[in-house]
């Protein structure tokens, strides 16, 4: 249900600024302590969520859980290990496959598994029990710097979230020394741009519809209020 259109996601950029940025993104979260899949293994595997499945109540309950980590979320790492299997991504790193197949319309079935696979581990990592509230004091000064304030960038989170047509991704990046908010459509990632994804919000039907049906809204409030780990985003800061 949830294949449909970009809308205005993040343009597609130059092959060779992505191959770059992708290459120092998966440093820095090798740096960052991020958990994932960045050693090349084969078949690539489920990573473990951080946090029980009913861990995120009642904000987003065990049922939706049960689903978007047990059923999605695998169902990319199956779908990448089925076909990949006999080609020349047998063994690479999930970010490589990710740089390899960016733009290129006849390994899209690839790219879309495999970052969609990335954007899941990232966003379990984004969230966390008990979340949401003030921001560690590193964070919130380079927050304020770039916001105004915690509001406005909680403001912009959301309407980036909010305004994704359709299925898709709202982050929080650094663009060079700054903060800024994007989205990105479907299965594409800031890792295939110029910017440092830092944190992001699953807007894809799937992460809310069973606990919220059509209130996207009441979800992305719920998880900016009670949910996102700043904590996260500061260490991706570096
Ligand atoms: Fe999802």
Redesign the pocket.
């Known amino acids: 249900m949830?294949k449909q259109d970009t809308g205005d996601s993040l343009a597609v950029i130059d092959r060779r600024d992505f191959l770059m940025a992708a290459a120092g993104a998966a440093a820095a979260f090798a740096m960052s302590g991020f958990a994932g899949n960045t050693r090349a293994a084969a078949p690539h595997a489920l990573p473990p969520l951080p946090y029980a499945e009913n861990g995120l109540e009642p904000i987003i309950t065990a049922k939706t859980m049960g689903f978007?980590y047990g059923k999605?979320?695998k169902g990319y790492v199956d779908n990448l290990n089925k076909l990949a299997a006999e080609t020349e991504y047998v063994g690479l790193a999930l970010e490589k496959i990710i740089a390899d197949t960016a733009g290129r319309a006849e390994k899209a079935a690839i790219f879309n598994n495999a970052a969609?696979i990335w954007?899941?581990t990232f966003?379990w990592q984004s969230l966390k029990p008990n979340g949401g509230g003030e921001p560690p004091a590193a964070l919130k000064q380079k927050i304020e710097a770039s916001f105004g304030n915690m509001d406005g960038c909680k403001k912009e989170l959301a309407a980036a979230a909010l305004s994704q047509f359709g299925?898709g991704?709202a982050w929080l990046v650094l663009d060079g020394d700054k903060l800024k908010v994007v989205k990105t459509g479907n299965a594409d990632t800031p890792l295939t741009t110029a910017l440092k994804p830092l944190l992001t919000i699953?807007v894809?039907e799937?992460?809310y519809y069973l606990d919220y049906q059509n209130r996207r809204a009441d979800y992305v409030n719920g998880v900016l209020d009670k949910l996102i780990n700043w904590e996260f985003a500061l260490r991706n800061l570096g």
Do not use: I
């Open positions: 949830n978007h999605h979320h969609q954007n899941h966003y299925s991704w699953d894809w799937h992460a």
